[in-house]
Nanobody, 121 residues
Framework: QVQLVESGGGWVQPGGSLRLSCAAS????????MGWHRQAPGKQRELVAT???????NYADSVQGRFTISRDNAKNAVYLQMNSLRPEDTAVYYC???????????????WGQGTRVTVSS
């Protein structure tokens, strides 16, 4: 079993910054891709950013140049530095890891419980 725990959400004024963290624990051989998604009220969940174990990052157009994803493989952690935040960034942010488990060495997708980010004045 693998657990993902997010932290770092909260309220911030437009133009401000927040840093989200997500730590994975449990039966982990390795983590291939780590990423962040978000779901705004009344909208579908959408991809924000992903980062592979090889260092390839992918961002949604709406956050390109403002958000930076990074990871610490030793801690099984992924981070999302969010700068120049806008009201439209308001959402619940979920981390998502593609984890290789010892049971069969296959990759499984795990999700965190979500952390709320509110951008308003």
């Amino acid at each position: 079993q693998v657990q993902l725990v997010e932290s770092g959400g909260g309220w911030v004024q437009p133009g401000g910054s927040l840093r989200l963290s997500c730590a994975a624990s449990g039966s982990i051989v390795s983590i291939y891709a780590m990423g962040w998604h978000r779901q705004a009220p009344g909208k579908q969940r959408e991809l924000v950013a992903t980062l592979t174990s090889g260092g390839r990052a992918n961002y949604a157009d709406s956050v390109q140049g403002r958000f930076t994803i990074s990871r610490d493989n030793a801690k099984n952690a992924v981070y999302l530095q969010m700068n120049s935040l806008r009201p439209e960034d308001t959402a619940v942010y979920y981390c998502n890891d593609e984890v290789q488990t010892p049971s069969d060495l296959a990759l499984y997708s795990y999700w965190g419980q979500g952390t709320r980010v509110t951008v308003s004045s």
